[in-house]
């Protein structure tokens, strides 16, 4: 069974850094998209960033020039480096995947990891 572990979340003064990592375990023959999203108290949950099988890249307007995103396909990984935290950045930070695994007959399926929390103060 497929399954996606974050980690790297945390407490931090704004203008500091974290890095959020998410890895996929199971019977995985290929990992399509990769992207961050986040969300906050009373607030729907919104893309972050995001990262194509070809390494293309797309961030939300409010991380542009502050988040990187990357990704290692030999570790089944996805990488936030995200600097310059400001509160507004506090939220709750889920992977997804869009991958395809035996899990769904090897067809294309998004897969969500369970959550980190980032809290930025002030």
């Known amino acids: 069974q497929v399954q996606l572990v974050e980690s790297g979340g945390g407490l931090v003064q704004a203008g500091g850094s974290l890095r959020l990592s998410c890895v996929a375990s199971g019977i995985i023959f290929r990992i399509n998209a990769m992207g961050w999203y986040r969300q906050a108290p009373g607030k729907q949950r919104e893309l972050v960033a995001v990262i194509s099988s070809g390494a293309n890249t797309n961030y939300a307007d409010s991380v542009k020039g502050r988040f990187t995103i990357s990704r290692d396909n030999a570790k089944n990984t996805v990488y936030l480096q995200m600097n310059s935290l400001k509160p507004e950045d506090t939220a709750v930070y889920y992977c997804?995947?869009?991958?395809?695994?035996?899990?769904?007959?090897?067809?294309?399926?998004?897969?969500w990891g369970q959550g980190t929390q980032v809290t930025v103060s002030s």
């Open positions: 997804n995947m869009n991958l395809n695994a035996r899990d769904n007959s090897y067809k294309p399926y998004d897969y």
